[in-house]
C-alpha cells in the first residue's frame, strides 16, 4: 500500500485525511497546528516538522490548502515539498487554484522525476458524510488511475477531467455557476414570500421542479436560510469568494464575458465586507437580499433538519 503524505488538516483537509487513514493507508501528516496532527498520530500517522520532511516519507503527497499562495509556497518554498519529494512520487493538489499554477508548478516536479495531478473538491452528494466529496482530476490518465484508489477512500464521485489544470477549471465553473444560482433562489424567494406565498408552500413549488434536484435546495436552504442561522463548520463564504474571484479572472484572461458572475462575486464582496467571511457559503448572501427586499425567509412551523434528512435521501420524491 503506498503511504499517503497530508498537508493542511484543516475544516476540509482534516475530514479528507481521516477518511484515507481508515482505508488503511499508511500516513504521514504535517500541518502548522499541532493540535491538528493530534488524532492522526494516535491513529499510527507518523507526524513530521515540515513539508519537505513529508514528502522524503512518502509515495503519494497531498495538499489541501486554502489559497493559492498556500500552495506555491509549501510545494516550492523554504523546505518545501520539492526539496524533499524522490522520483516516482505524485503530488496532487485538492486546493481550489487557477489552472495556471499547478501547470507552472508541473515542470519543477518533472525536473525531480515526479509527476502532478490537480484534484480540487466539491461537496459530495445530498447525506454523505463529513469529508466525502466529489473529485475534479486533471494531469495523465495513467497518473490518475494510480492514485484513484486513494482519492475513492474521501469521494464518492472521482471524476477524470483532461489534461493538468483541467480539475482545477471543472471546480472554478461548478463555483461559479453554484453561486449564481444561490443568488438567483435568494431573489426568488425573496420576492414570492413578499408576494404574500408561505415559505413551505413556495419552498416545495420550487424544489420539486428542475430546480430542486441541487444540492442547495436539498440542504442548505432550509439549514441555514429558513432557521435564519448562517454559521458553518464546512465551507466558508471567503473561500467561496476568492474562488468565484479565480473563475471571473479566468474569463477575463481568455476574453469570455461573464456578466452573471461578476454581479454575483460584488454581492459575495458585500456580503464579506459585512464581516460575514467565516459564514456558510451558499446562503449567507441570502441576508442582503432579505435588507434590500425588507422580508425575511424562514418556515415557521416546519423541521428544516427532518425536510432536509427527508429530501436527501430521496432525491426524487414528489
Not at 5 to 30: E, K
Not at 68 to 73: F, S, W
Not at 202 to 221: A, K, N, S, T
Amino acid at each position: 500500500m503506498e503511504t499517503v503524505g497530508f498537508i493542511g488538516l484543516g475544516a476540509m483537509g482534516g475530514p479528507v485525511a481521516g477518511h484515507i487513514q481508515r482505508a488503511g493507508y499508511p500516513m504521514v501528516v504535517y500541518d502548522l497546528r499541532d493540535e491538528a496532527t493530534r488524532s492522526f498520530c494516535e491513529g499510527g500517522a507518523t507526524v513530521v516538522d515540515s513539508a519537505a520532511a513529508l514528502a522524503r516519507k512518502s509515495d503519494v503527497i497531498i495538499t489541501a490548502l486554502p489559497m493559492p499562495e498556500d500552495v506555491e509556497q509549501v510545494a516550492c518554498g523554504k523546505h518545501g515539498i520539492i526539496e524533499g519529494i524522490r522520483p516516482g512520487s505524485v503530488f496532487v493538489d485538492i486546493s481550489t487554484s487557477p489552472p495556471s499554477l499547478i501547470r507552472r508548478l508541473e515542470p519543477l516536479f518533472r525536473a525531480k522525476s515526479a509527476q502532478v495531478l490537480d484534484a480540487p473538491v466539491a461537496s459530495g452528494q445530498p447525506g454523505a458524510a463529513r469529508g466525502i466529496h466529489e473529485v475534479m482530476v486533471g494531469g495523465e490518465l495513467e497518473v490518475f488511475e494510480r492514485v484513484k484508489p486513494i482519492l475513492s477512500a474521501f469521494g464518492d464521485q472521482v471524476l477524470y477531467a483532461g489534461p493538468l489544470g483541467s480539475g482545477s477549471i471543472c471546480k472554478l465553473v461548478h463555483q461559479m455557476i453554484g453561486s449564481s444560482i444561490s443568488q438567483a433562489i435568494a431573489e426568488g424567494l425573496s420576492l414570492g414570500v413578499k408576494a404574500g406565498v408561505a415559505t413551505t408552500a413556495l419552498w416545495e413549488c420550487v424544489r420539486r421542479g428542475m430546480m430542486g434536484r441541487m444540492h442547495v435546495l436539498h440542504y442548505q436552504v432550509p439549514q441555514t436560510v429558513f432557521r435564519g442561522k448562517f454559521e458553518t463548520e464546512t465551507f466558508p463564504l471567503r473561500l467561496l469568494r476568492k474562488d468565484v474571484r479565480l473563475a471571473t479572472d479566468l474569463g477575463r484572461e481568455l476574453n469570455v464575458p461573464l456578466p452573471v458572475a461578476n454581479i454575483t462575486e460584488q454581492i459575495l464582496v458585500a456580503a464579506v465586507n459585512r464581516g460575514w467571511g467565516d459564514k456558510a457559503a451558499y446562503t449567507v448572501t441570502f441576508q442582503l437580499q432579505e435588507e434590500a427586499a425588507q422580508i425575511q425567509i424562514r418556515a415557521d412551523g416546519v423541521d428544516p433538519e427532518r425536510a432536509a434528512k427527508y429530501i436527501s435521501t430521496h432525491p426524487d420524491a414528489e
